[in-house]
């Protein structure tokens, strides 16, 4: 009895050595970073996602293809239509359904406009903003993770394609859930956290694929075995992660649409699993129309992608770091980050905004660090200012001496005046912050959130200034307006006008295509939306017809037989109008 008594003292001192010792060293490490007001973190995370979100037509490309595919959706007559993507009336099997499903869902609930084509991915970068504020409280550091959260909604590329309507942002957001709860997971034994882990991870598949299953089992996989004190330790705690019923909510999930899939479309199983991820990976798949690249192709797109936040990684890298707090969870946020990148990088497929699913980790592991220096010279803080500064101060000179701008107006200005008036606006502002992070204790990083701040606007205005070259919006309306009696047609290319369905609220007919995206919806199954000269010749005969042409194939186009039939009628953009 005795025994156990002085067992017990002896454990109640050391844990209150313990939370004395913790509360000191927490008390140290939040003394590094100002406090952040949450409020400031939410309003900025709204501005940055929200801000004339519907301000500018649907994008040519990606974001055309992904608006149509859930209006063709809800004029689905059976199951198959929900189970089988169609763009523009032909079978789209490339992606999984769930961008879709909710895009359609906010159709129903809102309309059919520009701010609901982007909600899906604009509530996801909130949500991830989220995951950061709860992640980085369930490790005790709050105001780091006030930064990081700031840091990941303001940068360039997360602002971009939460404003974008693709798959990446959605994909960000549940493989992020799932990584933060299998850290969880694997640290504490939560079996709470394990279960959402699974959950989140079955929504990542149905979001983008297969590739959310590889980029979380590198991450994991590699995490354990860095953490692992032994084989034996190192499979044991991967055979945790097969309990049966984390298994089940997982298949349950994931598992419904891959059989609806197959069942409504013989080839699915093939096309899906084989040419989209093995193939595509391997830099086989056909059509091959993506992007192969140098092994080093992500690392300036990174830095860009981070702006304004990239400029503190020379900070990073020449300040002497303090002794880590916690060395397991910067660990994983290493991993988190580090394994994707990897992979992305030696696969034959890249694209920009694959880089969108590494954010909240280096972010994270960045304001961590952050949090853990001590800036003795306050000097030092305005370092990523002056960068930008010299930057910013290089842009003019070349733009000064640049003659060959195209001729854009934009806020009735010419391209050169209004870059050079733009530059001019952020070297200010860049000065200002500079300043502030010296003289404003309490500012410090957070005044740094005024560069995007002010780039925002400028960017917008830009787009929308292009909106006649990067969207059909104009393009359409002159067709309902003037030729409504008329059918339509592209000629050969249709990403560069895919918006045009989404705005007539109709698909579109193609002569001699060259489409990639249509490419196997057209080979699966016979149709009419897909010619060739010699059908249309025979439309010509008896049809209206409006013939959308891009510049680039006016050349070709003048070759063709059936040319002599048709006028140019009005030009919009990159296209010319040609009627019979």
């Not at 034994?189 to 299953?213: E, I, P």
């Amino acid at each position: 009895m005795l025994r156990k008594k002085r067992q017990a003292v002896i454990a109640c001192r050391f844990f209150i050595c313990f939370y004395q010792k913790n509360t000191q060293m927490q008390q140290r490490h939040i003394a590094q970073l100002p406090a952040i007001p949450l409020w400031l973190v939410w309003i900025a995370a709204i501005y940055f996602v929200g801000y004339r979100l519907g301000a500018y037509p649907v994008l040519n490309n990606n974001e055309g293809l992904y608006s149509e595919i859930p209006r063709e959706m809800l004029l689905a007559t059976n199951w198959k239509g929900w189970a089988i993507p169609h763009l523009n009336g032909l079978a789209y099997m490339e992606k999984p359904p769930l961008l879709y499903w909710l895009t359609a869902l906010f159709f129903v609930i809102f309309g059919e406009q520009e701010w609901v084509v982007r909600l899906v991915p604009a509530l996801s970068a909130l949500g991830c903003v989220g995951l950061i504020l709860w992640f980085s409280t369930r490790l005790q550091r709050f105001e780091a993770g006030r930064l990081a959260a700031l840091m990941f909604v303001s940068s360039l590329g997360v602002t971009l394609m939460s404003r974008t309507l693709m798959f990446d942002m959605l994909l960000t957001f549940f493989l992020a859930a799932a990584l933060m709860n299998g850290y969880l997971f694997v640290e504490y034994n939560d079996r709470r956290a394990h279960h959402q882990s699974m959950v989140m991870l079955a929504f990542a598949l149905l979001a983008k694929g297969f590739v959310a299953l590889i980029l979380f089992a590198i991450v994991m996989f590699s995490y354990i075995a860095l953490r692992s004190v032994s084989v034996r330790d190192f499979f044991t705690k991967i055979r945790a992660w097969f309990y049966w019923k984390a298994v089940l909510l997982f298949l349950l999930i994931a598992a419904p649409w891959h059989i609806a899939a197959m069942i409504a479309e013989p080839i699915f199983t093939w096309f899906y699993f084989i040419n989209e991820h093995i193939l595509r990976f391997l830099g086989k798949r056909e059509p091959h129309d993506y992007y192969a690249g140098t092994w080093w192709y992500y690392l300036p797109r990174a830095l860009l992608f981070l702006f304004p936040w990239s400029f503190f990684l020379p900070l990073l890298l020449v300040r002497r770091l303090k002794i880590m707090l916690n060395e397991k969870f910067q660990l994983f946020l290493f991993v988190a980050w580090l394994m994707p990148l990897l992979f992305f990088s030696v696969s034959s497929a890249k694209a920009n905004y694959y880089l969108v699913t590494i954010m909240p980790f280096a972010v994270l592991q960045m304001a961590f660090i952050l949090d853990e220096m001590q800036f003795v010279r306050r000097w030092v803080l305005a370092i990523p200012g002056v960068l930008i500064a010299c930057v910013s101060v290089f842009a003019l000179w070349w733009l000064v001496g640049n003659t060959t701008l195209p001729e854009w107006i934009i806020l009735g200005l010419p391209l050169k005046k209004f870059a050079l008036y733009a530059t001019l606006i952020l070297l200010i502002t860049t000065l200002i912050v500079s300043l502030m992070s010296i003289r404003a204790s309490g500012a410090r990083f957070v005044s740094y959130l005024l560069i995007p701040a002010v780039c925002l606007p400028l960017l917008l205005e830009t787009v929308i200034a292009r909106g006649n070259s990067i969207s059909t919006k104009v393009l359409s309306q002159i067709l309902v307006r003037d030729f409504p009696e008329r059918n339509v047609f592209t000629y050969r290319f249709f990403e560069q006008q895919s918006s045009l369905p989404f705005y007539l609220k109709k698909t579109v007919q193609i002569i001699d295509s060259r489409s990639s995206d249509l490419f196997w919806g057209n080979k699966l199954h016979q149709n009419q939306i897909v010619i060739d000269d010699a059908e249309f010749i025979e439309l010509t005969r008896t049809s209206k017809i409006s013939l959308l042409v891009l510049s680039d194939d006016l050349s070709d186009f003048y070759q063709k037989k059936y040319a002599s039939a048709f006028q140019l009628i009005k030009q919009s953009g990159e296209v010319s109008i040609f009627n019979n």
